[in-house]
């Protein structure tokens, strides 16, 4: 397996497990820098949202000349790079900040380094659960082997209270974080993160318990701390010092093309973002037929030699940077909650979807004629929830954790199936089966887990996790 076990989150009065030497270098410092351990946490944020099999999945992009997971190959998938990576780095500096706030204070307020670290720690659990459901959550990152999963429902009710509890913990005072190349130290712009995080998770509940979603949504929109609101205040991992973005390396790869699902889309509402999203050949962006498989692919290769790569070459550079939870996510969020009976949040819909299409276009450097615009996707007489659902999907483009999430809680847009799809369902993935160590390494907690899907079926992905009902 991995990792394991420890307590879930906690604060300076709380004692942390000790790591003993696990992974400690002899020959290097036995208390590492927490600033050196913070900046390694967010310089591998930039893979999370982008990751490319959940980009398929929503169908972003697709592969040409070795396609794969674009088909659904791949089902089981590790996780032991979240566990014995960010997580453990998270956790190391809860440690030192909780055990040598002394140390600790080089690098910034301890107490302020924890809240951080809480905030980070409840994002990347909140990935791993919204992929694969049930985890281990509450006695993980111990070193433990054989450690039980903990429900997906009570491990969202904790997220929603450490993340409630990080902002109210925060001080304003003590010397700036260090290490902190997101926002740099600023605690202001950490506490919206964390509202944020909380809004957006209180929204993927809005089928399974829209009673708690409501209540912890409000709770998020209310906040005195804010909430990501504009440009300014996104989530953005810029990449510098050695640290390149990820798609970097695919800026030359003729099998990552831009799918003609979503290029349809943008012609058909004469969108501004099409040449950024694609890269134009001969002054146009062509999509690629979605999930085709190695032979049907060459096929149209051969008879479309001008189709276009996924993103314009201006954001696959070496340092381009990577926006992790964009303002218009949250504003297209408030817009939809807005419009929902079970949340009715008082908001007006109509002016936070045209904030969030403005804030998208902003984010990828496109103008348009919003008003224009308003009237190509149908809202300009009356709104209604399916069209922001739409522009949810569209400005989630490059940020595919996110938009596979939303995809799978609204349905929206319609996607039909890779046609050379190879899983057995022939169905596109709703989860991520569980790794294939945890049968053999962990197996009383992995049967146990499996015997209570919420929904029944077995551990494949094609399975639902708890709030996708």
């Known amino acids: 397996m991995m990792l394991l076990a420890g307590s879930i989150f906690t604060g300076c009065s709380k004692k942390i497990n000790d790591f003993g030497d696990l992974n400690v270098n002899p020959n290097g410092a036995t208390t590492p820098p927490t600033s050196a351990l913070l900046t390694n946490v967010l310089s591998g944020l930039g893979g999370v949202p982008?990751?490319?099999?959940?980009?398929?999945?929503v169908q972003y992009y697709?592969?040409?000349?070795?396609?794969?997971?674009?088909?659904?190959?791949?089902?089981?998938?590790?996780?032991?790079?979240?566990?014995?990576?960010p997580l453990e780095d998270i956790q190391k500096i809860i440690s030192i900040c909780t055990t040598t706030p002394n140390a600790a204070l080089l690098n910034g307020n301890p107490v302020n380094q924890i809240q951080i670290a809480r905030i980070l720690k409840a994002y990347h659990f909140a990935v791993l659960t919204d992929r694969y459901g049930d985890i281990p959550y509450s006695k993980a990152l111990?070193?433990?082997?054989?450690?039980?999963?903990?429900?997906q429902k009570d491990i969202y009710t904790d997220l929603f209270k450490e993340l409630t509890s990080a902002v109210s913990s925060f001080?304003?005072?003590?010397?700036?974080?260090?290490?902190?190349?997101?926002?740099?130290?600023?605690?202001?712009?950490?506490?919206?993160?964390?509202?944020?995080?909380?809004?957006?998770?209180?929204?993927?509940?809005?089928?399974v318990d829209p009673a708690t979603g409501k209540t912890q949504f409000m709770a998020a929109l209310n906040d005195p701390a804010g909430i990501i609101s504009s440009n300014a205040d996104n989530f953005t991992i810029t990449y510098a010092n050695g640290f390149s973005n990820p798609y970097y390396n695919l800026a030359s790869a003729s099998q990552f093309a831009i799918t003609k699902t979503i290029v349809d889309t943008l012609n058909g509402f004469n969108d501004p973002r099409l040449n950024l999203y694609g890269q134009a050949v001969n002054g146009k962006v062509k999509g690629v037929p979605y999930g085709l498989n190695r032979g049907n692919s060459l096929t149209w290769i051969t008879a479309n030699p001008d189709y276009s790569q996924a993103f314009d070459n201006t954001f696959k550079q070496i340092n381009s940077p990577i926006?992790?939870?964009?303002?218009?996510y949250i504003n297209l969020l408030r817009a939809e909650a807005a419009l929902d009976p079970n949340?009715?949040?008082g908001e007006n819909a109509l002016t936070l979807l045209t904030k969030g299409i403005q804030d998208s276009w902003s984010q990828w450097g496109a103008t348009g004629d919003i008003v224009g615009y308003l009237a190509n996707i149908g809202v300009s007489s009356g709104i209604n929830k399916r069209a922001i659902q739409m522009q949810l999907w569209l400005a989630l483009y490059g940020t595919t954790q996110n938009a596979w999430n939303e995809w799978r809680r609204?349905?929206?847009?319609?996607?039909?199936?890779?046609?050379?799809?190879?899983?057995?369902?022939?169905?596109?993935?709703?989860r991520y089966a569980y790794p294939t160590t945890e049968p053999n390494l962990n197996a009383d907690a992995y049967n146990a887990a499996v015997g209570s899907f919420p929904y029944g079926g077995t551990d494949v992905h094609d399975n639902r996790v708890w709030w996708d009902k």
């Open 50 to 57: 982008s990751n490319t099999n959940n980009g398929f999945y």
């Open 62 to 85: 697709t592969e040409l000349q070795y396609p794969g997971n674009a088909l659904y190959l791949q089902t089981a998938a590790s996780w032991d790079a979240f566990y014995t990576g």
């Open 142 to 151: 111990n070193g433990d082997v054989k450690v039980a999963y903990d429900k």
């Open 171 to 207: 001080q304003s005072t003590g010397t700036a974080i260090k290490g902190d190349i997101i926002y740099k130290g600023d605690i202001s712009k950490w506490k919206k993160l964390a509202n944020s995080l909380r809004l957006i998770l209180a929204m993927r509940l809005s089928k």
């Open 323 to 328: 926006v992790i939870i964009p303002a218009a």
């Open 343 to 345: 949340y009715a949040t």
């Open 410 to 430: 609204t349905g929206v847009p319609v996607l039909t199936p890779a046609p050379d799809a190879v899983n057995l369902t022939k169905t596109i993935p709703r």
